[in-house]
């Protein structure tokens, strides 16, 4: 009997990590949030969840420093508490910070009350730390009801998820990840990297390939005409992003 709870547990986080691997769930949840922005303008924003680390926040800011490209950073509460100096840096570098929880826990099981708390404590852990309000919420995992958006919405966030998933968490190398955001770009896209996490964990995790992988992004991304925004600014270009 146990064999086979045993077992039958196994099938069932095998499944769960294929889907994970080579399925976006955010295609499921998109509607009421913002994922891409319609405009003729080749822009596009790099966005990174889980951080801030100790170990590859600084390493994907030195890249972006060289590249001078803005992003926008989704920090777990948490995680600025633990690493405020980390934070910081994020913030005095000129990058967005957005607000992604304050435990990485999966919303659908919070009460209206336990989102509104979450969102707002990490709002303030963060402000603490940085200075920056935040505005762009990003739920972990991208998970959200209907009712969790609007009662986001009336807080005065947009939610931000994403319509490029560079699967950076999963053991590809930082060519696969540039092959594939480089053939599937388009206008007004919001991609996903992480710069912290892994698999089953929102924090630790192995980022060297995203370390990696952004520079060469960014440069053959630029050949192609394409620009890097803060998510402020692309907002800014058109508000028809269903």
């Not at 972006?64 to 777990?76: E, N, P």
Request: net charge positive; hydrophobic share 40%; aromatic share 12%.
């Amino acid at each position: 009997m146990l064999l086979h709870l045993l077992i039958g547990v196994a099938i069932l986080i095998f499944f769960v990590v294929c889907f994970c691997v080579f399925f976006d769930q955010a295609i499921l949840t998109r509607r009421g949030t913002i994922y891409r922005v319609r405009t003729n303008q080749k822009k596009i924003v790099l966005t990174f969840d889980d951080g801030p680390s100790p170990i590859w926040t600084p390493l994907i800011l030195d890249e972006l420093k060289k590249a001078h490209v803005k992003a926008t950073f989704f920090m777990i509460g948490h995680h600025v508490q633990k690493y405020p100096e980390v934070a910081r840096r994020v913030a005095k570098e000129g990058h967005t910070i957005g607000n992604h929880g304050y435990s990485h826990s999966v919303l659908l099981y919070y009460t209206l009350e336990e989102l509104e708390e979450e969102v707002k404590y990490s709002e303030h852990v963060i402000k603490e730390a940085t200075g920056q309000v935040t505005r762009y919420f990003r739920p972990p995992k991208a998970w959200l009801r209907k009712s969790e958006k609007d009662k986001i919405n009336q807080m005065g966030y947009n939610i931000i998820l994403w319509s490029l998933n560079s699967k950076d968490w999963v053991a590809f190398s930082y060519r696969t990840i540039v092959r594939y955001l480089v053939r599937h770009v388009h206008n007004g896209d919001i991609i996903l990297f992480h710069d912290s996490g892994g698999v089953f964990k929102a924090e630790g995790g192995d980022r060297r390939q995203t370390v990696a992988a952004i520079p060469i992004l960014i440069k053959r991304l630029r050949k192609k005409g394409f620009e890097f925004v803060p998510i402020e600014e692309i907002l800014n270009d058109d508000q028809s992003y269903r």
